[in-house]
């Protein structure tokens, strides 16, 4: 059983490839235990987007050894929720409960990772939910907007491709898709086991190696490398009430462990007192909602700003998020960049608190950098960033194609405009 310097965190590899990381915190009486699976819309074709959602769906409606029913009640017996979640790049199986039950909790995940059957009434019921689930997705002028910021960033490429996929697809998927999608993806090397919290780790690697030796070895092709374009993208919803603006720059993937990205989002518009704040909703009084943030996956990051605001006030918060950025580029006041550290410090170390939270870094650091970040090396990394390099970053995105994505009311002219305000700011559209 290998472990680290850390007498609470226990790690193996099966020989299959399944990684199983076990990670106690004796004073909780909790535990999260959650499967990650290295596939999510990224990883799929125009012909097919939707599908890793669609399996995230079926997995729970029957496997080999329980059906819909019986996967529900196991789970509840226990007190626990049972979730799941699907990504760009990844999709995820929850469990959460009290800590003496996790060993149980990897039995259940394993069963709809490792052998589930999607039967055919299942499948006709699903579709139907999620086809609702479409038309929720369609109403939401945010949602809306976030699928236009992709494709400005990445165009055609399948990181742009939303996770939830087209109706057309889920209107025509069948369960002989969904089972050549799990044969492919559900195999050793693309499969993460994660628990934390109060628990027993010895207990839970054992169970883990019990329930996923079946998995076959292997792991599945990753996507083309994705390319930055930049550009403009708008859609206007009549009845709604309010413009969202998203605008952003290519940041490095997870696997480049750079924390320049994050600082430089809180440095810049994370909380009342950051630039952005400070000066769109408190002295301005411009807008209901806006924030910096990095966001970075296994296969690419973005720095992203992001606001709400009514549509008169569309030019003026665009000149103003211009400017601002601008400032940046060309000096970072100390005080602010050390209040931003501080921001990221205190964030990283709250998510060690939350056993669902430390689950997901960890499995997420496993398929991005096949290993786990020491919270010390961290620390060393955010404290070792200074001024010139946040000032350096912000000045090479300036000099780069903009993402901008225009939601929700998008006034008459708007994108016109926009082009020409942006210009006058020194920065770039595709």
Known sequence: MPMTHDPDLHQTTLPNGVRVVAMAQPHLHSAAVSVFVGSGSAHESATNNGISHFVEHMVFKGTLRRDVAQINRDAEALGAELNAHTDKDHTAYHLVGLGEHAPRFVHLLADLVVCPTFPEAELARERQVLLDEHAEVEDDTGNAAWRLFDRACYGLHPLAQPVMGSRAVTERMS?????????????????????????????????ARADFAALPAGRPAAPAPAVWQGGLRSRSVSDSAQTQLILGWPLPPLAADDPVGEL???????????????QLRERQGWVYYANAAADHSRLAGEF??????????????????????????????????????????????RGLDSPSRRGENAALEL???????????????????????????????LAQPVALALGGRVPRGARERCRQLLGQQGLRLA
């Open 264 to 278: 430089a989002a809180a440095l810049f518009g994370e909380g009342m007192s950051s630039p952005l704040l400070a």
């Open 304 to 349: 992203v700003v992001e606001a709400s605001f009514a549509p008169q006030r569309l030019e003026p918060v665009l000149a103003e998020v211009a400017r601002l950025l601008a400032v940046q580029a060309k000096q970072v006041d100390a005080d602010e960049m050390e209040r931003a550290r501080q921001q990221v410090l205190v964030r990283w170390k």
């Open 175 to 207: 369960a002989a898709a969904l089972r050549q999608w799990v044969a492919r993806h559900h195999v050793g090397g693309n499969v993460v086991v994660v628990a934390a919290g109060g628990l027993d780790p010895a207990a839970v690697l054992e169970q």
């Open 367 to 397: 398929l991005a950098l096949g290993r786990l970040r020491p919270l010390p090396q961290r620390l060393a990394q955010l404290q070792a960033v200074d001024a010139q390099a946040l000032r350096a970053r912000f000045v090479a995105w």
